[in-house]
């Protein structure tokens, strides 16, 4: 017993050791031949990727145009309309119906932190860049939901459809936005709406995965149940799945939400205005008390944004729970 | 439509292999052939019905019963295509289901079927009133009008007054309750239920089959019930069909179950019922229905008996000791011969008789020998006549008693489990019910 014992310690230190060895002769191979290719010169022919993509964009821009017209007609119509509203109701009455809501739903302290940002961002002089700000990220929330909802609902009815696009959706949401705004002043021109676009291909992946997620969450003894009682796909979709979904597919809104929020500074680049277009321009002119204020303002927002909805995201979950 | 007499359901060549994609058809012989244990082998294809067929008749109670994994729940899923079956037919008043397209299938799960589910499958969002209404609310039925059946109909199962709460705050118990609710609700003829009551805690598992027959007596759905559990099964079914591995081994009356069990398997399950049984037979006997004197005139024996409205009666001497029967015809020849008393068509061969103190158990081959002929006699050591026994008699005491081991066995189980791990009450189904809960209390030590 006890000479099998040590015989199998000894089997393992055998084995770490030729492990050791191995990785050695490893790193020695890499360092020789790195030694011996010092002095030679190895090129390869160039892939020409980039002129690639210049002519895809060039074909596209001449003869997408009746088609991203149409996009931008879409768009403009929908950002005007949400501008319109938010311009027209006077910061006071934001101000106090934001704060009486906070205090109702989410208490004294919460009300009285909103009450005072929002204050801080009038006495400053940035409501109106603000407003901006906010109808911009409105209008790419509108077009997020309406767009990544039924998507999300395709791809959790669809295992293929799921795969193909997982990895667009990462691509989306990895790949760094400034790569993306050149085709997109390539295709669009600048102004607000290639930001709502922009916004838009950064900010929909969550609204779509979450989605996805909380509909193939459903307990499948609940749907077999309420199918077996003669519930049509339809019935089966608003009465049961997403009512029971609604909960997971807000905090992916949410964090769509937070991340269109984010995006409003980059997409001032390409014209997006708004308190983006204040930081920049502190950044620009090194102006730090400025971009502290517009960065203070993004800020907030985004807190009052963000808790007002996670709110939202908890009452839903509360109609729903199990128990 | 269906014919006169024609069955309401039934399943013929019924197979079902996970793993396999095909419908309708005739089976392809290198699966007809093959063992569960081959095909999963072979492809990793779960062999889960195997030719099954039977017939349900309009109003019976048909159970289906088997051990864990024997495809019991996949089969009661086929009937509505919840799950589609690989090859057969399953035919419904008439109508080949397998072959009605999806809104014929929806049509048909509005109308012809219901389910009550072992998990419930309650919509947790919605309140108890709403989901007993689900069934009509898919048909598109007014909400005034749905609500106001519901409501009937959770007042029918003892819930009124729970209308509005969310199933979540409900019992086990009464979160079934609303599950049957809601099948009743929506009015179909065929009710399937697979393992309705097994979540359950044995004392309210016993009072929800009481509320099972009590309802079906004045509903006569056409039932479907699953169950693993013999007891359950001999209480509740017409005809019961056993199933081991996907195939129905046995389908028969519980009194022919228990008499001739197909094989082993049915006669360990059987088995399982005799062993615990230790009631005798005068615990479970009833009244004769007529008793006669050896000294009564056969003219005087007819009437009582065409009174009664039976064919035979009971004979005892003036001390009731036990004698015989006579029968109608007995009595009739009796007169003809002109003889004064009975005495003489006094038949006594073909009439065991049972003392009172026989076990059940023991009581049970000799009923079943003689079940063709009505009651037994019952006597005490001095062989004094003291009741009559009828098979349904025996074979419902035993159900009875094994039922009661059964829940004696979980019942301890259960308070083990209560008070060694309080997490595992959640696993229990209704362990974190509130309202109901009769382990409460038992989490001592
Ligand atoms: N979706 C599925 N895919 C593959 N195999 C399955 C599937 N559903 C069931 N099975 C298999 O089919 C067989 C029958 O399962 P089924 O659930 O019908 O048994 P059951 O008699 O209802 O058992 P229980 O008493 O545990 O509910 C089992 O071997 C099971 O593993
Ligand atoms: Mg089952």
Not at chain 2, 17 to 38: L, Q, R
Not at chain 2, 112 to 120: A, I, L, N, P, R
Not at chain 2, 221 to 239: M, R, V, Y
Request: charged residues 20%.
């Amino acid at each position: 017993m006890k000479g099998s014992l040590s015989d199998s310690t000894k089997r393992v230190m055998d084995i770490k050791n030729r492990k050791w060895l191995i990785a050695g002769g490893v790193v020695g191979l890499f360092l020789l031949a790195s030694k011996l290719l010092q002095a030679v010169e190895l090129t390869l022919p160039r892939v020409p990727l980039a002129d690639g993509v210049d002519v895809a964009i060039e074909w596209a821009t001449i003869n997408l145009a009746p088609f991203f017209d149409g996009i931008k007609l879409v768009v403009i119509k929908l950002l005007v309309a949400i501008t319109a509203f938010f311009d027209w109701v006077p910061w006071i009455v934001w101000v106090v119906a934001v704060g009486g809501a906070a205090f109702r739903w989410l208490g004294i302290r919460t009300a009285v932190f909103f009450l005072a940002g929002l204050l801080t961002i009038v006495s400053v002089g940035l409501w109106d860049h603000a407003m901006s700000t906010i109808a911009l990220v409105s209008t790419s929330m509108v077009l997020i939901l309406v767009t990544g909802i039924p998507i999300g609902i395709m791809a959790s009815r669809n295992d293929r459809f799921e795969s193909a696009l997982r990895p667009v959706l990462d691509a989306m949401q990895t790949m760094p936005s400034f790569v993306y705004l050149i085709p997109v002043i390539f295709l669009l021109g600048s102004g607000k709406v290639p930001a709502v676009l922009a916004t838009m291909i950064y900010a929909t992946p969550p609204a779509i995965r979450l989605t996805n997620l909380a509909l193939r969450q459903v307990s499948p003894e609940i749907k077999e149940a309420a199918r077996s009682f003669g519930a049509t796909p339809f019935q089966m979709l608003f009465k049961v799945e997403l009512p029971l979904a609604v909960a997971t597919i807000m905090a992916g809104v949410n964090q769509s939400l937070m991340m269109a929020i984010s995006m409003v500074v980059i997409a001032s680049l390409i014209g997006a205005g708004g308190l983006g277009n204040d930081v920049l321009f502190a950044m620009s002119r090194v102006r730090v008390g400025d971009g502290f204020e517009a960065g203070l303002a993004i800020l907030v927002l985004a807190i009052v944004v963000d808790r007002s909805t996670q709110a939202l995201g908890q009452r839903a979950s509360k109609e729903t729970r199990t128990e | 439509m269906a014919q006169e007499g024609a069955p309401k359901l039934s399943v013929r060549g019924l197979w079902k292999v996970f793993g396999h994609e095909s419908t309708g058809g005739i089976v392809p012989d290198e699966i007809a052939n093959k063992s569960k244990e081959d095909m999963r082998e072979d492809d990793g294809a779960v062999l889960a019905l195997k030719d099954v067929s039977f017939d349900v008749n309009e109003g019976e109670t048909f159970v289906v019963m088997g051990l864990s994994g024997s495809g019991k729940s996949t089969l009661v899923r086929t009937l509505v295509r919840l799950i589609e079956p690989s090859y057969g037919q399953i035919i419904v008043d008439g109508d080949d289901i397998l072959q009605y397209s999806e809104k014929e299938l929806v049509d048909f799960r509005r109308r012809k079927t219901s389910m009550v589910f072992q998990h419930f499958g309650l919509l947790p969002h919605r309140s108890v009133l709403e989901n007993a209404a689900w069934g009509l609310e898919v048909q598109n039925i007014p909400k005034a009008k749905r609500l106001q059946i519901a409501r009937e109909t959770l007042d029918l199962v003892g819930l009124s007054g729970w209308e509005d709460y969310r199933p979540g705050a409900l019992s086990g118990g009464m979160q079934q309750r609303v599950g049957l609710a809601r099948a009743i609700a929506a009015d179909a003829d065929i009710l399937l239920m697979d393992e309705p009551f097994s979540g359950l805690d044995p004392l309210i598992r016993r009072d929800m089959q009481g509320e099972l027959i009590r309802l079906q007596e004045h509903l006569h759905k056409t039932l479907i019930f699953i169950t693993h559990d013999l007891a359950e099964a001999l209480k509740l079914g017409t005809h019961i069909a056993i199933m081991r591995d996907g195939v129905v081994i046995q389908i028969g009356t519980g009194e022919e179950i228990l008499e001739a069990p197909a094989d082993d398997y049915v006669a360990e399950f059987v088995q399982d019922v005799r062993r615990t049984t230790v009631v005798t037979v005068r615990t479970i006997m009833d009244q004769p229905d007529l008793k006669l004197r050896q000294s009564t005139t056969p003219a005087v024996a007819m009437r009582e008996m065409g009174q009664a409205g039976v064919v035979s009666a009971f004979v005892c001497d003036e001390e009731d000791h036990y004698l015989g029967m006579v029968s109608f015809n007995g009595a009739a020849e009796a007169k003809q011969r002109g003889d004064a008393t009975i005495a003489d068509a006094i038949t006594v061969d073909e009439y065991p008789t049972l003392p009172a103190d026989t076990s059940v158990e023991s009581a049970l081959p000799v009923v079943l020998e003689h079940h063709n002929e009505g009651a037994l006699a019952v006597t005490d050591e001095e062989g004094v006549l003291v009741g009559t026994l009828l098979p349904s008699s025996v074979v419902g005491a035993m159900a009875q008693e094994a039922q009661d081991a059964t829940d004696h066995r979980e019942a301890s189980a259960a308070s083990l489990e209560a008070s060694h791990a309080d997490d595992q009450e959640e696993a229990d189904g209704d362990g974190d019910s509130e309202a109901v809960d009769p382990r409460e209390g038992m989490e001592v030590s």
